[in-house]
C-alpha cells in the first residue's frame, strides 16, 4: 500500500523552556514553507589513482528556512514575537523537535538549535527566521497525545 505523505504530517516544535526542565512546545504551524536542507560539508580530493577528483562527505549541518505568520493568540507567534523584539543574541539557543511523516514516526531532537532571524515581513505577515541545528541530533521516535508531542530517543 502506498501512503502519500503531506505536509501537515511533517511538524517542527520549538521549547519554550528552552531545554530547562520538563520541554513545553509549540509547534511551527502558521508558515507556508518547510525546507529542511541538509547542507553537506564535503572535500573534493585528487587521487592520482583516478582521472578526475572525487568528493568525500564529511559531515552534515542541517538547517530549516522558516516563518510564522502574525497571529495574537498563536502560541509560536506569542513565544517568538518577543524573541525577535529583544534581539538578543545571548537568547537564541532554543531546542528543537522535528518530527517526520510516516512509519515509523521518527523525530530529531536538536538541543542545541539556534534560531536566527531574518526579518519581520508586516506587508506579508510573518516574521521569518531559519533554524540552525547545531551541535548532536538526537534521533528516536515520538507520538502526539492531543497534540503534545513526546520524543524516544533510539538506544544506540
Not at 18 to 30: F, L, N, P, Q
Not at 115 to 121: A, G, L, P, T, W
Request: hydrophobic share 40%.
Amino acid at each position: 500500500m502506498v501512503t502519500k505523505l503531506t505536509r501537515d504530517k511533517a511538524m517542527p516544535f520549538l521549547d519554550k523552556n528552552k531545554g530547562v526542565g520538563t520541554a513545553e512546545y509549540v509547534r511551527i504551524g502558521r508558515s507556508t514553507i518547510f525546507k529542511l536542507d541538509y547542507n553537506a560539508d564535503t572535500t573534493d580530493v585528487d587521487f592520482i589513482m583516478y582521472a578526475t577528483k572525487q568528493t568525500e562527505l564529511n559531515a552534515y549541518k542541517p538547517s530549516m528556512d522558516q516563518e510564522i505568520a502574525l497571529y495574537e493568540g498563536d502560541s509560536c507567534y506569542d513565544f517568538l514575537a518577543p524573541l525577535a523584539f529583544a534581539l538578543d543574541v545571548n537568547d537564541s539557543t532554543i531546542p528543537l523537535l522535528l518530527c517526520f511523516p510516516g512509519t515509523p514516526k521518527l523525530a530529531w531532537r536538536v538541543p542545541l538549535n539556534q534560531i536566527v532571524f531574518n526579518d519581520s515581513d508586516f506587508a506579508s505577515g510573518k516574521i521569518e527566521f531559519t533554524c540552525n541545528l547545531n551541535g548532536d541530533i538526537e534521533k528516536g521516535t515520538y507520538t502526539i497525545t492531543d497534540g503534545v508531542p513526546t520524543f524516544v530517543a533510539s538506544q544506540s
